[in-house]
């Protein structure tokens, strides 16, 4: 049997029961590999109701920086009975199994490496609370995967004296149960029974490992939001208690006067009608929800369409249709949010790939909202918002200004600016506003979601709506113009072939990118980062004979949205979905497009790489 021998590029999996305490010791093994200076990208797969269900924690470890799922396991840490089949399964030939032998189980294959520890049984021994023995069985396994794997002692010491300071009974039990796991691995096991090694490097360099949920928060603080009305709903949840937190830090006179606003609402109509109320009141205002959320609030995201309130919702996509998959990540609510409420309605989205351009989307889209006065989503997903991530250090101008766009004050009123509320003065289409009080006398009107003129006055007269439509119509191109344009990347050797994706897909997109290119299949890649789309994106199309649409969902939205938008040939467009719930493969990219280009190569009418 050939092992599998790696020194800083391998991928862990741990299978645990949720409730059990094993996702800290997990996340303490991640950061131990992150602090010797190698790049880590951990999963974590948990259930979406009740304790005692099955948890999957999966670490891909990549001195090469790859922070996307890389696909296959490595090494497997099965350590729930409820799922050792399967577990067992995704073991790659020559990798390893690493399981509590406390009661010997055949795992069936002969092409790993098995090693068993009694882990249940060395802490049943040990430990006489039945709490105690569950907590430190996990770090017990810790310390045994540290010894096999080298990874420093040390460093998991120093982070559990970061954990438990001013908790010294805590550390001393957690170092205790490490360090019998080392020795038991020691004594028993023998280092050389896993060919995955950790080495030390310097390879994080100034990244910060932080998740995509607390970087919209803190997104938003800066952005200059004041006002947050919300619902908990998985996985969006963390994004208001964390905005909660920052504001408490931040926004908090030394008097203990809070300059904010946080409402946990009764539901997602309401937190939507709060900030639509904010938002026309001048606030800077926002809602973090997922797709169900989302649904609820079709009606108010009309009006604040049809209004032209501006406000912002950041959608942390799970699965779906319905309740769906809570704890599953897709890309599956573009269709949703592009078009949310009936009638002729369109929404600006934005699309983060990783917790830096969360942290930057969630301020610009505060900044898109206001200039053009209408609501603006920022689409993260489970994948990215739950997950910790290494990305760049969050950055901010100190003299960057806040884009309120066209609000009149009462000097412009006074010296005899013109107000028309839903006029296009400028030819941008975007309209001039006023804030309630501006003006005892000037700058008034009435706010709607029914027809109206330009001068914001009832009227069903069809060439009013008509006017209102079209000129709404023009300001959803202004939009394509500042929003986040595209990311292009062009292929080493001229190529017909290119590839769209956004979002999340984009660490495995990377690592399929250079995979193929290595296979001499060469693709010009364009990463959306926004929608409306602009003109880049229908010229990358056109400039290609077939184009591979890579996104997380099952019908493929985005190509939709290209197809609807953009009057895209259908047939240039080829999709590659990916939708079960859990985060798209670096192989299932390159296995799909690998395939579709030798069917393009066969065909008569398809084109060579």
């Known amino acids: 049997m050939n092992r599998i021998e790696a020194t800083n590029d391998f991928v862990i999996k741990f299978a645990n029961v949720n409730g059990s305490g094993s996702a800290s010791a997990n996340e303490l093994f991640a950061r131990a590999i992150l602090r010797m200076g190698v790049p880590v990208a951990p999963r974590n797969i948990f259930p979406s109701n009740i304790q005692g269900l099955p948890t999957w924690y999966e670490l891909r470890v990549s001195e090469d920086g790859w922070l996307g799922r890389r696909g296959g396991i490595d090494l497997m840490v099965a350590m729930n009975p409820q799922t050792w089949a399967q577990d067992v399964k995704e073991i790659e ?118 998740d995509g949920n607390s970087a919209s928060a803190l997104g938003m603080v800066y952005g200059g939001a004041t006002v947050c009305a919300w619902y908990p709903i998985t996985p969006s949840s963390s994004v208001a208690e964390t905005f909660q937190s920052y504001c408490k830090k931040f926004r908090t006179t030394p008097e203990g006067e809070s300059n904010y606003a946080i409402v946990q609402a009764e539901d997602e109509i309401a937190s939507v009608g709060m900030i639509l109320g904010a938002g026309w009141n001048g606030a800077r205002a926002f809602t973090a929800t997922s797709g169900p959320g989302v649904s609820l609030m079709t009606e108010f995201l009309g009006f604040g369409y049809f209004a032209e309130v501006p406000f912002t919702i950041i959608n942390v996509q799970r699965g779906g249709p319905s309740t769906g998959m809570p704890t599953r990540t897709q890309q599956a609510d573009l269709l949703a949010c592009a078009y949310a409420s009936h009638g002729d309605t369109k929404h600006v989205m934005l699309f983060p790939e990783d917790p830096h351009e969360c942290f930057e989307f969630s301020a610009t889209a505060l900044d898109l909202a206001d200039r053009l006065q209408t609501p603006v989503f920022v689409m993260s997903d489970l994948d990215i918002g739950m997950n910790q991530r290494l990305s760049e250090p969050f950055h901010w101008d100190d003299a960057r200004r806040y884009d309120r766009g066209k609000v009149l004050s009462a000097a412009d009123l006074e010296a005899g600016k013109e107000f028309a509320r839903y006029k296009d003065l400028d030819g941008d289409s975007i309209p001039y506003r006023t804030l309630p009080g501006t003006h005892p006398k000037l700058g008034s009107y009435f706010t709607r979601g029914s027809t109206h003129n330009a001068q914001a006055v009832y009227s069903e007269a069809g060439s009013d709506y008509m006017y209102i439509a079209d000129r709404l119509q023009r300001k959803f191109q202004t939009a394509a113009k500042i929003a986040p344009q595209p990311a292009v990347r062009a292929a080493e050797k001229p190529t017909r072939l290119g590839v769209i994706y956004f979002g999340s897909t984009s660490g495995a997109m990377d690592e399929a990118l250079a995979h193929l290119s290595a296979n001499d299949i060469h693709l010009d890649a364009m990463r959306i980062r926004a929608f409306p789309f602009p003109q880049a994106v229908k010229d990358f199309i056109l400039a290609h004979d077939a184009v591979f649409v890579v996104e997380q969902n099952r019908d493929g939205q985005l190509r939709t949205l290209l197809v609807n938008e953009l009057e895209i040939d259908p047939a240039r467009l080829r999709k590659i979905l990916h939708f079960d719930g859990t985060p798209i493969t670096a192989r299932f990219i390159a296995a799909a497009i690998t395939k579709q280009v030798h069917e393009l190569a066969v065909s008569p009418k398809g084109v060579q790489a």
């Open 93 to 210: 030939p020559g990798g390893y199994l690493f399981y509590d032998s406390t009661k010997a189980i055949d795992c069936g294959r002969k092409d790993i490496t098995v090693i068993g520890m009694p882990a249940t049984a060395i802490c049943n021994g040990t430990y006489e609370d039945a709490r105690q023995r569950t907590l430190f069985k996990n770090i017990l396994v810790l310390g045994a995967l540290a010894e096999l794997m080298s990874v420093e002692l040390g460093v998991i010491e120093q982070l559990f004296a970061e954990q438990y300071k001013g908790k010294e009974k805590l550390l001393e039990g957690n170092v205790r149960a490490l360090h019998a796991g080392a020795s038991f691995a020691r004594e028993h096991l023998g280092q050389h029974q896993v060919g995955l090694k950790v080495k030390r490097a310097d390879k994080v360099g100034p990244r910060i490992f932080v």
